[in-house]
């Protein structure tokens, strides 16, 4: 059996694509920039704030929890979201670094 198209990249590449994934929707990148404004755990106020149905925010939270960008805790019958600092950390030095790998040039085309 040959190897999954995963298996080809390194595990670094491949958890950069999946955080990268994980904010490729705008209602993502809205939740992002709440939290970080907030700079505190959110508890339900999202969906006044970005006027999305309830199921649709938490499927947006899924998706970004399960990346590791942020993270969750109870409390009483919520649950309340945060950036998680030590993914959040890791993922703009992976940018960083991907992005400062590019040293220009005058262009091939």
């Not at 999946?18 to 404004?37: C, D, E, G, V, Y």
Request: charge should be positive; proline fraction near 2%.
């Amino acid at each position: 059996m040959g190897i999954t198209k995963s298996e080809m990249y390194t595990a670094k590449q491949n958890a950069l694509a999946t955080m990268l994934k994980a904010i490729a929707h705008p209602a993502r990148i809205a939740i992002l920039q709440h939290l970080i404004k907030a700079n505190a755990c959110i508890c339900g106020d999202l969906v006044e704030e970005l006027g999305l149905a309830q199921a649709t925010i938490s499927q947006h939270l899924k998706e970004l929890k399960a990346a590791g960008l942020i993270q969750g805790t109870v409390e009483g019958t919520s649950v309340c979201y945060c950036i998680n600092p030590k993914v959040w950390g890791q993922f703009k030095k992976e940018l960083d670094a991907l992005f400062g790998s590019y040293k220009g040039g005058d262009g091939c085309c």
